[in-house]
T-cell receptor, first 113, second 114 residues
Framework: GENVEQHPSTLSVQEGDSAVIKCTYS??????FPWYKQELGKGPQLIID?????GEKKDQRIAVTLNKTAKHFSLHITETQPEDSAVYFC????????????FGTGTRLLVSP | DAGVTQSPTHLIKTRGQQVTLRCSPK?????VSWYQQALGQGPQFIFQ???????QRGNFPDRFSGHQFPNYSSELNVNALLLGDSALYLC?????????????FGPGTRLTVL
């Protein structure tokens, strides 16, 4: 089955810096890669996703890149703000209509003012 | 528009007991998935319900069962609770039978087994 690895487990940056979180996956049939942000006491919130027919997707300060050959995908946050502090999860899915998201272990991002 | 709602928020049970958790999907959604999130870990897929049937299942024992009602709401039942069942249980909903791939999560139910 699918296995998703995520690095780093913790990331501390100064406000205004960029943050990069990386994930690798094992199942070459996976073609849907969402990123979720989870704040304390809340459920995961979808922040951006990418499908395998696209190499990069951007939404304001957030971007995701995908390298299908290497089975890598990354989340890039620019101009970080203290409210970006949270746990971020990557996930992978075959997107066949029978959703079964496989999540990474999470990255705790701390943005210091 | 209310998003995904779950009840109760917190629950404390003892080993061997049974528990039922409830989920109401986002308005317009017809597919419900359940995930277990242990402390410090990513969510793990338990099973998914569509048209009142379990459509697929993750690596969880038969002690975990569920149900979907005609109004698309869902229940997760866990029998013979173990200490290791302590976790945050998340419900996620999606539309169009889940073919869009996008899932919306509720706030979760925190289950503690003593």
């Amino acid at each position: 089955g699918e296995n998703v690895e995520q690095h780093p487990s913790t990331l501390s940056v100064q406000e205004g810096d960029s943050a990069v979180i990386k994930c690798t996956y094992s199942d070459s049939a996976s073609n849907y890669f969402p990123w979720y942000k989870q704040e304390l006491g809340k459920g995961p919130q979808l922040i951006i996703d990418i499908r395998s027919n696209v190499g990069e997707k951007k939404d304001q300060r957030i971007a995701v890149t995908l390298n299908k050959t290497a089975k890598h995908f990354s989340l890039h946050i620019t101009e970080t703000q203290p409210e970006d502090s949270a746990v971020y999860f990557c996930a992978a899915d075959r997107d066949t209509g029978f959703q079964k998201l496989v999540f990474g272990t999470g990255t705790r991002l701390l943005v210091s003012p | 528009d209310a998003g995904v709602t779950q009840s109760p928020t917190h629950l404390i049970k003892t080993r061997g007991q049974q528990v039922t958790l409830r989920c109401s999907p986002k308005s317009g959604h017809d597919t419900v998935s359940w995930y277990q999130q242990a402390l410090g870990q990513g969510p793990q897929f338990i099973f998914q319900y569509y048209e009142e049937e379990e459509r697929q299942r993750g690596n969880f024992p038969d002690r975990f069962s569920g149900h979907q009602f005609p109004n698309y709401s869902s229940e997760l039942n866990v029998n013979a609770l173990l200490l290791g069942d302590s976790a945050l249980y998340l419900c996620a909903s999606s539309s169009n039978g889940g073919v869009t791939g996008e899932q919306f999560f509720g706030p979760g139910t925190r289950l503690t087994v003593l």
